[in-house]
């Protein structure tokens, strides 16, 4: 399997592409351990500086399609540990020291350069491989200096990698803000400030929902809420355009990048490789199901490259030929769907959708409940195709 999954990343050799991601899910050296010895590949230590850390309660809001359907997860927790820096740094020495082939990155963030020179070396100290500068934490204790106030100030970002590396001679990632609009900006600041590497995205600052009887937005902290950090398979299609962006950059191709951002299933994770990401990186999805969801990741990416006679390593950006810019997108080629009765349950959702937020285009047999193409009135936007739920709808180049 490691011939199928291995990927090399800023030079450490990885068996698999998938880490835990700096957060509640790698907070200390049992649960690593845990991670560690169910496959997981590496993992991003939770982010350790030296605040003073109160969590408010409760912290966490989920936003669900259904009672068991998690789309998305707002979270009011500080990304910093609030145990003594001294035991975090021993336990990513325990970890290097009984798992070496494991990837242990120390994820550090400070206020002062100061703060983020000990803190790098402090980590190289401890055994860890790399280290990850948390310029992302959209809501830290003290916006003006640190998270993603940083993250979205290309100056800082430059100053405090520079801190950073007057401490180590380990790669370093730099952790960007999806607060950001061009993240390419402070990412080529990253590197000019001596980050080898870049990951991204960090949790969205969010409002996730309002309880309508008391006002308070969620979660309700003793009557009162905050913005807080979202994440979940909703942002996903959001980090991958970060993803994307920064790895067709002319000055950042090449770049290690790793992902994080909303993966849940291996196909999600193959879909960041095919982006440019060479890692990707798993919280929400392990606060829901648990560690076990890497025996899933593992077993459907390793068919699937099986399947297609290549490798996690040969995926890594191999679908960023084809994604262009707008203008550059073929134009006045039109496919039109064909409805196939065979398959239809005439359940008319593609009718409504195109009746009332489509073209008009479709007619309405309401003896045999199915669909047909209004000649002439089709403009081949394949909206019905997208809410049909059963796949009955297919494409033609003819109308």
Excluded at 33 to 57: D, L, N, Q, Y
Excluded at 163 to 185: C, D, F, S, Y
Aim: aromatic residues 6%.
């Amino acid at each position: 399997m490691k011939e199928l999954l291995g990927v090399n990343f800023c030079g450490f050799p990885c068996e698999n592409p998938f880490l835990l991601s700096s957060s509640c899910v790698s907070a200390n050296y049992d649960m690593c351990a845990r991670a560690f010895e169910m496959g997981w590949a590496g993992v991003v230590f939770k982010t350790i500086g030296r605040f003073e850390v109160e969590e408010p309660s409760p912290r966490f809001a989920m936003l669900r399609s259904t009672p068991n359907s998690l789309l998305g997860l707002k979270n009011l927790e500080q990304h910093w540990e609030a145990h003594p820096i001294e035991e975090d740094f021993e336990a990513i020495a325990r970890l290097k020291r009984r798992y070496p082939e494991k990837l242990v990155v120390s994820s550090i963030i400070g206020v002062t350069p100061d703060e983020w020179t000990d803190m790098a070396r402090l980590s190289e100290q401890a055994g860890a491989d790399m280290l990850e500068l948390n310029f992302s934490c959209p809501h830290t204790s003290n916006k003006a200096q640190a998270g993603a106030a940083v993250g979205e100030d290309p100056d800082l970002v430059k100053a405090y990698c520079a801190a950073a590396r007057r401490g180590t001679r380990l790669p370093m990632l730099a952790k960007m803000t999806a607060n950001a609009t061009h993240m390419e900006i402070p990412a080529l600041a990253a590197l000019e400030g001596g980050a080898d590497g870049i990951a991204a995205i960090n949790t969205i600052n969010c409002i996730i929902g309002v309880d309508l009887d008391t006002l308070v937005g969620a979660p309700d902290i003793q009557g009162l809420s905050a913005p807080g950090g979202y994440s979940g398979v909703g942002v996903r299609p959001i980090a991958m355009r970060f993803i994307q962006e920064l790895a067709s950059h002319p000055g950042l191709r090449g770049v290690p990048l790793s992902a994080t951002g909303g993966a849940e299933t291996w196909r999600d994770c193959a879909e960041f490789l095919t982006m440019g990401a060479a890692t990707v990186q798993v919280t929400t999805a392990v606060m829901h199901y648990g560690y076990r969801i890497i025996e899933n990741l593992l077993s459907g990416l390793s068919c699937y490259l099986e399947e297609k006679g290549t490798t996690a390593e040969a995926l890594i950006g191999a679908g960023l030929p084809y994604m262009v810019e707008p203008d550059d997108l073929t134009r006045g080629v039109n496919v039109y769907p064909v409805f196939r009765p065979d398959v239809c349950v005439g359940c008319g959702r593609c009718y409504l959708s195109c009746r009332d937020g489509g073209h008009q285009a479709l007619a309405w047999d309401s003896r045999k409940r199915l669909p047909s193409v209004i000649p002439g009135k089709c403009a081949a936007c394949h909206l019905c195709t997208e809410v049909c739920p059963v796949g009955a709808i297919a494409v033609c180049q003819k109308p």
